[in-house]
């Protein structure tokens, strides 16, 4: 489980195409993230959220927060 910002997701590796893959939990949209190392999987996750985050700010609005905080 990786966690940033109060938002969760999980990765998983696909040993065909060799790259890490994942998606935040815990919220209704559907924010992925991808990389082929480690530590570009956990920058591409905060980028995913930061974008996230930056979207809804543009616009006034407040994102979902997510529904299972005891996960982190």
Known sequence: MMSYK???GYAV???EAHIFHGELVGI???IT???T???ELEQTFKDSINDY???YKKR???PEKD???FLS
Do not use: C, I, S
């Open 6 to 8: 109060g938002y969760n």
């Open 13 to 15: 590796y696909d040993d």
């Open 28 to 30: 209704r949209a559907v």
């Open 33 to 35: 993230f991808q990389g």
């Open 37 to 39: 190392t480690v530590a």
């Open 53 to 55: 985050l930056n979207w």
């Open 60 to 62: 006034g609005k407040e």
């Open 67 to 69: 529904l299972y905080p």
